[in-house]
């Protein structure tokens, strides 16, 4: 933390302490100098006067050399001074007596013999050497004679300033305590007040119009509380006069939106009257006059409904009335229609209209056609109407694809007057063009733009501008998109014409008249759709508005096949087939998902759930009966039985390549290959073909080798129902096929998944009776 982060306390606190710090310190460094100093001084002076001394007392025993007299001398001097040694020297260098302490014991030695280097001049000096004081004296008898040098240790000096520093510490800590506890007394009471202030201004967005209530004696504290309670007061009337400000713009914004939704809905209901019975109108025989007057009432209709149209989306938009749907679309259906819609008036203005995919591009895609197309439309509108030469083009292109996400970008370009950079952002701002002269010349709202950029960002796209003037306009954005799973969306094989509708319905399913099918769908009008493709195909259709009562009408009645909407009230598809599953009598009734939910993980949970087949919404009528002639097979009679196959797709015939690879193998082959399997128990069901059963262990092995991993997959996060179903139909598959290790292996493991228990040990049994069984099928079919 930084001294500026710091709280005014710590400030003070901090600011206090380091003052007394200081101080004390200051003084204990000031006083261990000086008496260093005058220590330092009085030692030298104590050092220079011993030498001095002998040396004058012994000149003249030197000279006669008295060596007893010098050495009496030299004792009586070191036994009260502060030396630690003292030696007398001649003037050849030779030590004369050498006189040292004993540190330990403080006696002194004395010493004879051993020789000195002398210093160069003959004057007396100090120096310090090893922490001493070190001092030579001259002995002068008319002539230099000798030395005198004396050692003066500083240890006790030095001991001393250690001493003041110690004490200094102690004094700085005690210092250190009290001033501290003088700024917590003093400031504790004016810091709590200030806090309280603070956390006063940290909550007066949400609490302005209260008051905060201290008295103090502080007159800065007393300066602001009074500015908060201030600032409190202002802002609590300026919140005020907002939220009434916000409120009625917000009910006039409403009551605008909601007028202009209501009253273009309104008025483009006669006007569709009013189209469609000039339309009518232009049909008839007339007088040429008065077909000119109904064109033109017809095109300017038109013209002031698509104005009507825009209106009603800016206004939907404004009041949050526009949803983004997300269903299953062919792209090429799409650019299709836009083709159908704007190549004719771009022919007729000599435009080349161009539509280009990339060739990755996924076709089968999830997401709001209706809105990609109203963006485009109104793109392209633009586009055809601001190019008077050249060309017009749509350009899709994928930029990424993971998984079931498709990201692509769409393009829209042409080679028109084009737009300044500077007049962008005019683009999207509501009933506003350019300039005025487009609106004269070209005509328009100037609320196409501002829709599809609308729309567009409630599908998490933006657009992307390129132009510039007279070298046309490009257009771009881009969408991520669901990938629809292969097949989910039936097409229509069946033709196009009403007239041919039924025919064409019945010739599909020819096998499935007299069938009965019940349909599990809550809403009215899918229900008569419907019911009247299968009244066409010659299928009986019963009703039920939810799974609950298609639960009742099954205990009831007898039916051929069940079409289960997914999301219904009271009981939903998915309940309801699990509840139906649950019974053995249901086991074999083909169930078929009607939704518009079909990537390919919901898939993947229709199937799972027990249902045997995904058909796509909207319902295609083809696609519809060839489903259910796939699922429902006719047995004997009159009457239609269901026949629940191993794969989601029917048992086909097999083809020439497999019917010789089958004519190659004898059932002794099969028996040594399909070791896991029990062939006697088979035999009958293809009736000693082995083709058939190539095909459908081909199928098995297609449709059912990735579920141990989707089955690990649910037990682990606990989805014990979910695995049991799969289980459950694996075991009927492996049962029907002889794999009876697989079959019995899954009896066990479904029994214990029942009780909503999980073992691991039953798991990897399991698990390694899968394995072994797809191991022998690969084996075979490779």
Do not use: C
């Given at each position: 933390m930084s001294f500026q982060s710091k709280s005014l306390f710590a400030r003070l606190a901090l600011v206090g302490t380091l003052g007394s710090l200081l101080s004390v310190f200051s003084l204990g460094t000031y006083v261990a100098y000086k008496q260093g100093k005058e220590a330092t001084q009085s030692a030298y002076k104590e050092s220079n006067l011993i030498t001095s001394g002998l040396a004058t007392a012994l000149a003249s025993d030197l000279i006669v050399k008295n060596y007893a007299d010098i050495d009496q001398t030299v004792t009586q001097v070191t036994t009260f001074s502060n030396l630690d040694r003292l030696n007398v020297i001649n003037r050849r260098g030779n030590i004369v007596v050498d006189a040292k302490r004993d540190q330990q014991n403080k006696t002194w030695t004395l010493f004879h013999g051993g020789v000195e280097k002398l210093?160069?001049?003959?004057?007396?000096?100090?120096?310090?050497?090893?922490?001493?004081?070190?001092?030579?004296?001259?002995?002068?008898?008319?002539?230099?004679?000798?030395?005198?040098?004396?050692?003066?240790?500083?240890?006790?000096?030095?001991?001393?300033?250690?001493?003041?520093?110690?004490?200094?510490?102690?004094?700085?800590?005690?210092?250190?305590?009290?001033?501290?506890?003088?700024?917590?007394?003093?400031?504790?009471?004016?810091?709590?007040?200030?806090?309280?202030?603070?956390?006063?201004?940290?909550?007066?967005?949400?609490?302005?119009?209260?008051?905060?209530?201290?008295?103090?004696?502080?007159?800065?504290?007393?300066?602001?509380?009074?500015?908060?309670?201030?600032?409190?007061?202002?802002?609590?009337?300026?919140?005020?006069?907002?939220?009434?400000?916000?409120?009625?713009?917000?009910?006039?914004?409403?009551?605008?939106?909601?007028?202009?939704?209501?009253?273009?809905?309104?008025?483009?209901?006669?006007?569709?009257?009013?189209?469609?019975?000039?339309?009518?109108?232009?049909?008839?025989?007339?007088?040429?006059?008065v077909k000119d007057y109904l064109s033109k009432v017809f095109s300017s209709s038109q013209s002031l409904l698509g104005i009507l149209n825009d209106i009603l989306d800016i206004s939907k938009l404004e009041a949050s009335r526009i949803n983004i749907e997300t269903r299953a679309f062919n792209l090429d259906h799409l650019l299709s229609n836009l083709r159908n819609?704007?190549?004719?008036?771009?022919?007729?203005?000599?435009?080349?209209?161009?539509?280009?995919?990339?060739?990755?591009?996924?076709?089968?895609?999830?997401?709001?056609?209706?809105?990609?197309?109203?963006?485009?439309?109104?793109?392209?509108?633009?586009?055809?109407?601001?190019?008077?030469?050249?060309?017009?083009?749509?350009?899709?292109?994928?930029?990424?694809?993971?998984?079931?996400?498709?990201?692509?970008?769409?393009?829209?370009?042409?080679?028109?007057?084009?737009?300044?950079?500077?007049?962008?952002?005019?683009?999207?701002?509501?009933?506003?063009?350019?300039?005025?002269?487009?609106?004269?010349?070209?005509?328009?709202?100037?609320?196409?733009?501002?829709?599809?950029?609308?729309?567009?960002?409630?599908?998490?796209?933006?657009?992307?501008?390129?132009?510039?003037?007279?070298?046309?306009?490009?257009?771009?954005?881009?969408?991520?998109?669901?990938?629809?799973?292969?097949?989910?969306?039936?097409?229509?094989?069946?033709?196009?014409?009403?007239?041919?509708?039924?025919?064409?319905?019945?010739?599909?399913?020819?096998?499935?008249?007299?069938?009965?099918?019940?349909?599990?769908?809550?809403?009215?009008?899918?229900?008569?759709?419907?019911?009247?493709?299968?009244?066409?195909?010659?299928?009986?259709?019963?009703?039920?508005?939810?799974?609950?009562?298609?639960?009742?009408?099954?205990?009831?009645?007898?039916?051929?096949?069940?079409?289960?909407?997914?999301?219904?009230?009271?009981?939903?598809?998915?309940?309801?087939?699990?509840?139906?599953?649950?019974?053995?009598?249901?086991?074999?009734?083909?169930?078929?998902?009607?939704?518009?939910?079909v990537t390919q993980e919901e898939q993947e949970s229709y199937l799972a759930c027990g249902m045997n087949a995904v058909l796509a919404k909207p319902v295609n009528p083809g696609g519809l009966i060839k489903l259910l002639s796939q699922w429902i097979v006719r047995q004997s009679g009159d009457s239609a039985k269901a026949v629940q196959l191993p794969v989601e797709q029917p048992v086909e015939q097999p083809t020439s390549q497999e019917h010789n690879q089958a004519k190659a193998l004898s059932w002794a082959d099969l028996s040594r290959v399909l070791t896991e399997f029990d062939l006697e128990n088979i035999k009958s069901i293809p009736k000693d073909k082995p083709e058939f059963l190539l095909r459908m262990l081909q199928k098995f092995f297609d449709g059912f080798n990735d579920k141990a991993k989707i089955i690990t997959d649910q037990i682990c996060n606990g989805e014990l129902d979910t695995a049991k179903t799969i289980i459950h139909t694996i075991k009927g598959v492996a049962g029907n096929l002889g794999a009876m290790n697989l079959h019995q292996a899954c009896i066990v493991f479904e029994s214990q998944l029942k009780q909503g228990e999980f073992d691991t040990k039953k798991l990897q049994a399991w698990l390694k009776s899968f394995d072994d069984t797809m191991s022998n099928i690969e084996t075979l079919l490779h």
């Open positions: 210093p160069s001049d003959n004057q007396s000096f100090s120096s310090i050497l090893d922490n001493h004081i070190v001092t030579w004296t001259p002995i002068i008898a008319g002539s230099l004679v000798g030395w005198v040098r004396s050692d003066m240790p500083l240890d006790q000096i030095t001991a001393t300033q250690h001493l003041i520093f110690r004490d200094t510490f102690l004094v700085a800590l005690l210092s250190v305590v009290l001033s501290t506890g003088v700024v917590i007394i003093a400031l504790r009471h004016p810091i709590k007040q200030l806090r309280i202030a603070a956390d006063f201004a940290d909550e007066l967005p949400k609490i302005h119009g209260q008051f905060l209530n201290i008295s103090s004696s502080t007159s800065e504290l007393q300066h602001l509380v009074s500015a908060l309670n201030r600032a409190s007061k202002e802002l609590h009337n300026q919140d005020q006069e907002l939220r009434k400000s916000r409120d009625l713009a917000q009910e006039v914004a409403k009551s605008k939106s909601e007028f202009l939704a209501n009253m273009s809905h309104e008025i483009r209901t006669p006007m569709n009257g009013i189209i469609g019975l000039t339309q009518l109108a232009l049909n008839l025989p007339t007088d040429p006059v819609m704007f190549e004719e008036s771009a022919t007729s203005k000599n435009i080349e209209f161009i539509i280009e995919v990339e060739a990755s591009v996924p076709r089968h895609l999830l997401g709001d056609a209706m809105r990609i197309q109203q963006i485009i439309s109104n793109l392209l509108g633009n586009a055809i109407k601001f190019t008077g030469q050249g060309s017009v083009a749509v350009k899709v292109f994928l930029q990424k694809l993971e998984k079931s996400k498709a990201q692509l970008t769409f393009s829209i370009e042409d080679t028109g007057i084009g737009i300044a950079q500077e007049n962008f952002d005019k683009l999207f701002q509501p009933f506003s063009q350019v300039d005025g002269s487009i609106t004269r010349k070209f005509g328009g709202t100037g609320l196409g733009l501002v829709i599809s950029q609308s729309l567009l960002k409630l599908m998490g796209g933006e657009f992307d501008v390129h132009s510039q003037p007279g070298q046309g306009t490009a257009f771009r954005f881009s969408l991520q998109l669901g990938v629809a799973a292969q097949g989910a969306i039936q097409k229509n094989r069946s033709g196009s014409k009403v007239g041919n509708l039924e025919r064409n319905l019945k010739e599909i399913g020819h096998n499935l008249q007299g069938t009965k099918v019940l349909v599990a769908e809550d809403q009215h009008i899918n229900q008569k759709v419907i019911s009247e493709f299968l009244r066409l195909a010659g299928i009986a259709a019963v009703i039920s508005n939810n799974g609950q009562e298609a639960l009742d009408l099954l205990e009831q009645e007898d039916f051929d096949a069940v079409l289960m909407d997914v999301h219904m009230p009271v009981m939903d598809g998915i309940e309801a087939t699990r509840n139906i599953r649950s019974y053995p009598k249901y086991a074999r009734l083909p169930i078929i998902a009607v939704t518009a939910a």
